[in-house]
């Protein structure tokens, strides 16, 4: 009981730094201090785009979509509940995918972060911050 409890505390500390990191990047962005940052992370890809990578990168995109991150969601809730029987585990799962998708879409409409408007391969629209992409794979 102890170490779950140690293993529980560990967690929770991480959580809570994470959570002042993720704060500290928000109050950066808002800031619009890191903007070098973003120009040089786009000035190294598209120095390295080149027809092949560009189609990989469109699967990539693909697995990160709406679509595939809800048939995964559905796939994983059927199976917690209909195989395993994992009640706890389920109600963790149900929250954690709901309040991310929540804090998503609240972070996106507080912050109002414009997306670049340099060499867009594909049309996406919304705010940029945090990225949907992002916050569903985690």
Not at 19 to 38: E, T
Not at 47 to 62: A, Q
Request: aromatic fraction near 10%; charged fraction near 15%.
């Amino acid at each position: 009981m102890r170490a779950n409890q140690g293993r529980l505390n560990k967690l929770l500390v991480m959580s809570l730094v994470l959570g002042v990191l993720f704060v500290i990047m928000m109050v950066l962005v808002g800031a619009d201090r890191i903007a070098w940052f973003d120009q040089s992370i786009i000035d190294a890809v598209q120095g390295m785009e080149n027809e092949g990578l560009t189609r990989i990168m469109r699967g990539f995109t693909f697995l990160g979509s709406s679509l595939v991150a809800t048939l995964l969601s559905v796939i994983a809730f059927l199976f917690l509940w209909l195989v395993l029987r994992h009640r706890k585990e389920l109600l963790m799962f149900l929250l954690s995918v709901g309040g991310s998708e929540i804090w998503n879409i609240i972070i996106k409409n507080w912050m109002q972060r414009q997306r670049p408007n340099t060499h867009r391969l594909i049309e996406i629209s919304g705010f940029s911050f945090p990225s949907g992409h992002s916050m569903a794979a985690f």
